[in-house]
């Protein structure tokens, strides 16, 4: 266990808790807040690296991702020294990836040009929509003609740009989302992000669809209709997905996420922020304090995680399958077993397999086209007691 995290590499995340606005359908840990203490933060994050550099020395760094919240809200200066201690701290990869998420509102072109030269080499953009009445709906603060502008200013900047949208929306017809999904691979970029809106618990969306109020959400079927199109447009297109909500041209799937979907290891600094490590034979769950003070504060006390969960073989074995089948390359059969200490059941997989759910190519246990639209069932199967 202790050297399987190589497999799948080896990250760093780094969580800016904080944005303009909060959105209606955002589950993430985000905070609006008047007044941020930027060298705070930014000594409390190097903080926190010199910490789990002194627990994983030698580790070459595959991948940096400043997620949040906005981290375009962060001084360009606080990104850049950032950067430069991992640097310092671990070797690191002649490729790194550094990935910043940037949404449209807060994009200027001189803050952009600081970004690069501070080190980010990707970012991905929260567009979320391509007609305004959709973006106010999903309480974005852009409108479209702001989204691609800021869009312009980043590929000017950067060699590898992504961006996000949202499909399955209110009153969104299935015409509608292809016009859309087509504009979107006009653009000239690398790589999509094609989420279906999803109402969570504790969100706005979630409060207004439990008292009747968020109305025009297709249905199950049209859902399905969204999800198979968008696979077929971004195939023909040259982007096919690599992963269920992610679609990119050959060499610009997103490293980052690959390290989370081949089960590497990654630290998760920053408020309520998660990590995965392989230390004495054992992987670790780690979780940081979600409240923004409260981080800081438990920081400065040398203390910011909650107690690290040890995973058990079983416990290791589903979360490898939960995230190593969302992607199109699928998973190893050996490197299950040799996580789980026992092989998966041949008389689910043959189940499976006569339905038209998986395939297995020597080692290899793909979902197929069909699969991928019950991944959760197929995944309840192979995992069911």
């Not at 807060?106 to 600081?114: H, I, K, N, P, T």
């Not at 309480?139 to 961006?163: K, P, Q």
């Not at 269920?244 to 050959?250: C, G, I, L, P």
Request: glycine share 8%; net charge negative.
């Amino acid at each position: 266990m202790t050297e399987d995290w190589r497999q799948g590499g080896f990250g760093i995340y780094i969580h800016w808790p904080f944005c303009e606005a909060k959105c209606p359908y955002c589950d993430f840990n985000s905070h609006v807040a008047r007044h941020i203490d930027q060298a705070a933060w930014k000594a409390a994050y190097l903080s926190e690296l010199k910490r789990y550099a002194s627990e994983t020395p030698g580790r070459v760094v595959t991948s940096v991702f400043f997620g949040g919240g906005t981290p375009s809200l962060m001084d360009p200066e606080t990104v850049a020294t950032v950067i430069e201690e991992i640097r310092r701290l671990w070797p690191v990869a002649n490729d790194l990836e550094i990935t910043l998420e940037a949404n449209p509102g807060s994009v200027e072109a001189g803050r952009f040009q600081a970004y690069r030269d501070g080190g980010v080499s990707r970012v991905s953009m929260g567009l979320q929509a391509l007609n305004n009445e959709d973006l106010r709906r999903l309480g974005r603060i852009h409108t479209v003609e702001e989204a691609l502008r800021a869009f312009d200013v980043a590929r000017n900047c950067f060699e590898r740009v992504s961006f996000d949208l949202i499909y399955a929306r209110q009153n969104q017809t299935l015409d509608q989302w292809e016009a859309e999904l087509k504009q979107a691979l006009n653009l000239a970029i690398d790589h999509l992000s094609l989420y279906q809106l999803t109402i969570e618990d504790g969100t706005a969306f979630g409060d207004r669809y439990a008292l009747g109020k968020l109305r025009g959400l297709p249905g199950e079927d049209l859902g399905a209709d969204m999800f198979d199109l968008t696979q077929d447009v971004c195939a023909a297109a040259g982007m096919p997905a690599y992963e269920v909500s992610n679609h990119a041209r050959d060499g610009a799937q997103s490293r980052h996420n690959l390290i989370y979907w081949r089960y590497g290891d990654y630290l998760g600094i920053g408020p309520g922020a998660h990590g995965r490590l392989s230390l004495n034979q054992k992987r670790h769950a780690t979780f940081c304090y979600s409240n923004p003070k409260r981080w800081l504060d438990a920081v400065d006390a040398n203390a910011p995680e909650q107690e690290r969960e040890t995973l058990d073989a079983s416990d290791a074995a589903t979360e490898f399958l939960l995230m190593g089948l969302r992607l199109r390359e699928g998973v190893s059969l050996g490197r299950y077993e040799a996580i789980a200490g026992a092989p998966l059941s041949e008389e689910r997989l043959d189940h499976l397999r006569s339905l038209g759910m998986i395939e297995t190519l020597e080692d290899r246990l793909i979902v197929s086209d069909q699969g991928f639209r019950v991944l959760n069932a197929v995944i309840s199967e192979l995992l069911r007691d």
